[in-house]
């Protein structure tokens, strides 16, 4: 059985190959055609940055509907290349993006630039468990697909309701798997 420590160094990598080579054959579906297949829009991935989309991995559509006000902080909790991200700085006052993969970071922080997006949004290298924000500074947050990747999801949950406000909402989306996996499809998948 594999590790707290190897799972998340072994989903590090995966992501960190993501990032860089979005089409090579990755371990799990991303890009544009899973983001379509989550019911994103075609004309909405057509005006983002193209390396946000290209590298997306998220499992919903969490950002689309996420109630977000003009006046609230977002926070984007494992915010990869940015889509998410992206798609709430535009209803947003402030967005900020975490991601504890460096690479992932890089891309997208060259989306953020290409969107004009710079100062409207922080990105930030940090833990889902240990999150660099105030006590009680969120209006929403936002996961799109972390906690099933995070043995440490317990720590998470209390992080997120450290940092969001009084009447704060988080939206995310999950996979929850009902019944045993066909291991024989799987050649991929974490240990």
């Known amino acids: 059985m594999t590790s707290p420590l190897e799972l998340h160094n072994q989903v590090r990598t995966a992501y960190t190959e993501i990032a860089l080579s979005p089409a090579d054959n990755q371990f799990f579906p991303c890009g544009r055609l899973l983001a379509e297949d989550l019911h994103y829009p075609a004309d909405l991935l057509d005006n983002l940055p193209a390396a946000a989309v290209e590298a997306f991995c998220g499992v919903g559509d969490v950002s689309l509907y996420a109630s977000i006000r003009p006046t609230d902080v977002v926070l984007d909790v494992g915010c990869g290349a940015g889509l998410d991200t992206i798609l ?22 060259l989306c953020l630039k290409e969107a004009r997006l710079e100062g409207k949004v922080t990105l930030l290298r940090a833990e889902a468990q240990s999150l660099p924000l105030l006590d009680a500074s969120i209006d929403v947050a936002l996961v799109n697909g972390l906690f099933n990747l995070n043995p440490l ?19 995310c989306s999950e996979l929850i798997l009902n019944g045993s996996p066909d291991r024989s499809a799987q050649t991929n998948w974490f240990s």
């Open 153 to 171: 999801r317990e720590q998470v949950f209390l992080e997120l309701a450290r940092v969001l406000r009084p009447g704060g909402a988080l939206y």
């Open 88 to 109: 709430a700085a535009g209803r947003a006052a402030k967005v900020i993006g975490v991601d504890f993969c460096p690479a992932m970071l890089e891309r997208a922080q």
